[in-house]
């Protein structure tokens, strides 16, 4: 597996959760992980992101306090999932959310898409009012 891979992905009504994974690709130890989105017609925007042992996490502040990221650690160099939960959702999270690998040093923007290694195919999540 040479890219990481989404699931988890659907439709939802405003207000409600969803929680999306991300099989890393095993292969890139010591990479950070992300959650990026883009909604139609916009941009690659970070959503989120982790370091491998946990201690540097990030959020866009359009989503702090709403969405978690967290992951399965068997050790920082073999890390398997990546997660995403996402709670009161609104029609702007509705996106292609995509998960990203890549080594971001300290003080790099983690947040632009071109930071980023490694990137899946993407999970659509759509809410509906």
């Known amino acids: 597996q040479d890219q990481p891979v989404e699931s988890g992905g659907g439709s939802v009504e405003v207000g409600g959760s969803l929680t999306l994974s991300c099989r890393t690709s095993?292969?890139?130890?010591?990479?950070?992980v992300g959650w990026f989105r883009q909604a139609s017609g916009k941009g690659r925007e970070g959503v989120a992101a982790i370091s491998p042992s946990g201690k540097r996490i990030y959020y866009a502040d359009s989503v702090k306090d709403r969405f978690t990221i967290s992951q399965d650690v068997a050790d920082a160099k073999t890390r398997n999932t990546v997660y995403l939960e996402m709670i009161g959702l609104t029609p702007e999270d509705g996106a292609v959310y995509y998960c990203?690998?890549?080594?971001?040093?300290?003080?790099?923007?983690?947040?632009?898409?071109?930071?980023?290694?490694?990137w899946g195919q993407g999970t659509r999540v759509t809410v509906s009012s």
């Open positions: 990203a690998e890549g080594y971001i040093r300290f003080g790099t923007a983690w947040d632009s898409p071109g930071n980023w290694d490694s």
């Open positions: 095993g292969g890139m130890h010591g990479n950070m």
